[in-house]
């Protein structure tokens, strides 16, 4: 079954620090999502991504963060200058054509 | 979007069937059912989603009483691996931003 990788699965990184959150999604997909869950609360969305450019994004999805499709394959989130409060699992995930989303693994990101 | 309702948290035993009820008043027209599970630290994943009536997969049942404005999710003979938390979500197929609630936390108990 086709599924959507991420990698790493784990992140350490120093506060102020840039960091690259990268997925591979379902490979037909056209919808692309990164989504963030600190530890013990919701799943929050951050950003879809259609068509080579960003659809829509939340208030969490700040200057600090961007999207990237750099090839057919890969889509990336970049977090410019990390802070403490960054900390988090991202999902990345891809739509098929009945809006079922397939989640990643994800990454846990942690800030020093 | 509609608003969704589930319990906070359900216990059950390995074996029996599991019933964890959403409700959904302000459903609109073109909107679909769907749920999500997910376990600790780990994305949430697709169990099922409907429009009416009464939907089966391999895992689950989803069932749609004619208002549309709950819809049941029904494990069947729970195993302790089913302990997770599951997601209602209501939206249109066309793109939308699935909102994730609290979900329901199922304890699945030997």
């Known amino acids: 079954e086709p599924e959507v990788t991420q990698t790493p699965s784990h992140q350490v990184t120093q506060m102020g620090q840039e960091v690259i959150l990268r997925c591979v999604p379902i490979?037909?997909?056209?919808?692309f999502y990164w989504y963030r869950q600190i530890l013990g609360q919701k799943v929050e969305f951050l950003v879809s991504?259609?068509?080579?450019?960003?659809?829509?994004k939340s208030e969490i999805f700040d200057d600090q963060f961007s999207v990237e499709r750099p090839d057919g394959s890969n889509f990336t989130l970049k977090i410019r200058s990390t802070k403490l409060e960054d900390s988090a699992m991202y999902f990345c995930?891809?739509?098929?054509?009945?809006?079922?989303?397939?989640f990643g693994a994800g990454t846990r990101l942690s800030v020093l | 979007l509609a608003k969704t309702t589930q319990p906070i948290s359900m216990d059950s035993y390995e074996g029996q069937e599991v019933n964890i009820t959403c409700s959904h008043n302000?459903?609109?027209?073109?909107?679909?059912i769907t749920w999500y599970q997910q376990f600790p630290s780990q994305g949430p994943r697709f169990i099922i989603q409907?429009?009416?009536t009464k939907v089966t997969n391999e895992v689950a049942s989803l069932f749609i009483p004619a208002d549309r404005k709950s819809s049941t999710l029904s494990l069947p003979r729970v195993s302790l691996s089913d302990t997770a938390v599951y997601y209602c979500?209501?939206?249109?197929?066309?793109?939308?931003?699935?909102?994730f609630g609290r979900g329901t936390s199922l304890i699945v108990h030997p």
């Open positions: 995930a891809s739509r098929d054509p009945k809006n079922i989303q397939y």
């Open positions: 490979s037909n997909h056209l919808y």
């Open positions: 991504f259609y068509n080579n450019e960003i659809s829509e």
């Open positions: 302000n459903i609109a027209t073109n909107d679909y």
């Open positions: 409907g429009y009416k």
């Open positions: 979500l209501v939206g249109p197929l066309r793109s939308y931003i699935p909102t």
